[in-house]
């Protein structure tokens, strides 16, 4: 199953590629985390080995364009001067919050003996992380963006 999903991951890397060409990274980031939060809620109501399978490739699909989005976003919402250190850091933030949701999940499952809540715990932080998305959306939406701080490389991207 883990192989499964991390090949899937492969094509979910290459395809977000080309989705957020279409749609913009951080409608790709959107959509890739909607859909893992999917996958992540299918697990819980099945349990046979070939369901596992089937989610377990859908689960790979959908995630392995979630963190290549952060740097597209990076080089979307900043200058070109900035987004060597900015897409660094965002990169050291996304491994440190994967290790940690791992190490959470583990403690979950150690302390209540079930799958399920650490499912529930990746649901959880999944929607906290829909929530930023859709916030940050909704704060650089056309009109809002501070076009002459990010020319001048002042600041953030937004207002």
């Not at 199953?1 to 890397?13: E, K, Q, Y």
């Not at 080995?49 to 989610?55: E, H, K, N």
């Not at 989005?69 to 050291?92: D, H, N, W």
């Not at 704060?139 to 600041?155: E, F, K, T």
């Given at each position: 199953?883990?192989?499964?999903?991390?090949?899937?991951?492969?094509?979910?890397?290459?395809?977000?590629?080309?989705?957020?060409?279409?749609?913009g990274g951080m409608r790709t980031l959107l959509l890739g985390s909607a859909l893992q939060a999917v996958a992540l809620v299918l697990f819980l109501p099945f349990?046979?080995?070939?369901?596992?399978?089937?989610?377990?490739?859908?689960?790979?699909?959908?995630?392995?364009?979630?963190?290549?989005?952060?740097?597209?976003?990076?080089?979307?919402?900043?200058?070109?001067?900035?987004?060597?250190?900015?897409?660094?850091?965002?990169?050291?933030?996304?491994?440190?919050?994967?290790?940690?949701?791992?190490?959470?999940?583990?403690?979950?499952?150690?302390?209540?003996?079930?799958?399920?809540?650490?499912?529930?715990?990746?649901?959880?932080?999944?929607?906290?992380?829909?929530?930023?998305?859709?916030?940050?959306?909704?704060?650089?939406?056309?009109?809002?963006?501070?076009?002459?701080?990010?020319?001048?490389?002042?600041?953030?991207?937004?207002?």
């Amino acid at each position: 199953m883990l192989s499964l999903m991390l090949g899937f991951g492969v094509v979910s890397r290459l395809a977000s590629g080309w989705i957020s060409d279409q749609i913009g990274g951080m409608r790709t980031l959107l959509l890739g985390s909607a859909l893992q939060a999917v996958a992540l809620v299918l697990f819980l109501p099945f349990d046979g080995l070939g369901s596992l399978y089937v989610i377990s490739a859908m689960f790979g699909l959908f995630q392995g364009g979630i963190f290549p989005a952060y740097a597209i976003i990076v080089r979307e919402y900043f200058p070109p001067e900035q987004v060597g250190a900015r897409t660094g850091g965002v990169m050291v933030g996304g491994q440190v919050g994967m290790a940690l949701g791992a190490w959470l999940s583990g403690q979950v499952f150690d302390l209540t003996g079930s799958y399920d809540a650490a499912f529930w715990n990746g649901i959880g932080w999944n929607l906290v992380n829909l929530a930023i998305v859709l916030w940050l959306m909704w704060r650089i939406r056309p009109g809002r963006l501070a076009v002459s701080s990010v020319q001048s490389g002042r600041g953030g991207a937004v207002a």
